[in-house]
């Protein structure tokens, strides 16, 4: 269904082009992205990716890339200000999901050992309703948070949940636009914590810390198992997007024109 929405919006994206952009000079870096064949950015991983292409080697999103956008694999100082509110809520946060009834649902994103359990507060830029009933002062506090990635396809807030034993296969984001923030409720404290591996760079999750990456360049999960451990313990993490700090605010305000939410069913 995700694929489907991003292929359908990408397809209207660049028949509404001409009329949003006008062929403005500061919007250049938008049309260049969304007229951009999408075939030669994943085929750019067989060629070592093109300098053209992207700024980095190892960035393939699947729907939108836009050039001379910078990146690094792990960008947390950017978005210091968003780390640092939801640190210091981490326990309203956390106790909130203690509370709440939760209904998950399989993540539908690339090949996996186990199953990726997801609870979106927003999917596709659109705000589920009936799960933001159930986390309103979690819902209030991403919605204060700087740079929120909104009204947009490539937008989404979701509590994300990984089993022992689980592997996520390399795989990357729809957009460079948007960097993803984790904030940690709940991780393994044994030998055999989960580890993210964003291109070279690899990070552990830490109970109550937060940290931001570039979801666009390829990125895997692996959480082995503990056969030690007298109890096996879950990664649970609050997933909030946020716009790329470098776009200007005309870029932000086309691309949700561009690539508007959508109903997920």
């Known amino acids: 269904v995700r694929c489907r929405n991003y292929d359908l919006l990408h397809r209207q994206a660049l028949r509404k082009l001409p009329w949003i952009t006008r062929n403005d000079p500061i919007l250049s870096r938008v049309t260049r992205g969304v007229r951009l064949d999408r075939s030669s950015i994943l085929g750019s ?4 990716n093109s300098p053209f292409l992207s700024p980095a080697a190892g960035q393939y999103p699947t729907v939108l890339l836009l050039p001379d956008l910078p990146t690094h694999p792990i960008l947390t100082q ?5 780390c640092q509110l939801l640190e210091k809520s981490f326990e309203t946060v956390a106790a909130e999901y203690d509370r709440a009834p939760k209904q998950w649902h399989h993540n539908d994103v690339g090949p996996r050992s186990a ?4 609870l979106h507060l927003m999917n596709q830029g659109q705000w589920k309703q009936d799960t933001v009933l159930l986390f309103p002062n979690t819902t209030h506090l991403v919605k204060s948070l700087p740079n929120l990635l909104d009204n947009c396809i ?3 807030v979701f509590i994300s949940r990984v089993q022992p034993g ?5 795989h990357c984001g729809p957009s460079n636009v948007r960097h993803r923030l984790h904030l940690t409720l709940r991780t ?9 591996r964003v291109r070279e760079e690899t990070v552990t999750w830490q109970k109550g810390t ?9 990125h895997s999960v692996e959480f082995d198992v503990d056969h030690t451990a007298t109890m096996a313990e879950e990664r649970v993490v609050l997933i909030v997007d946020l716009w790329h700090p470098k776009l200007t605010d005309m870029e932000r305000d086309v691309i949700q024109d561009l690539y508007p939410s959508t109903a997920v069913k």
């Not at 950017?78 to 968003?82: D, E, L, S």
């Not at 689980?166 to 390399?170: G, L």
């Open 115 to 118: 199953p990726w359990q997801v």
């Open 210 to 218: 937060a940290w931001v990456f570039d979801d666009s360049l390829v």
């Open 78 to 82: 950017w978005h210091h200000p968003a």
């Open 188 to 196: 393994s404290t044994t030998t055999a914590c989960p580890r993210l």
């Open 166 to 170: 689980s592997t996520i296969a390399p």
């Open 154 to 156: 490539f937008g989404n």
């Open 45 to 48: 991983q067989q060629r070592h």
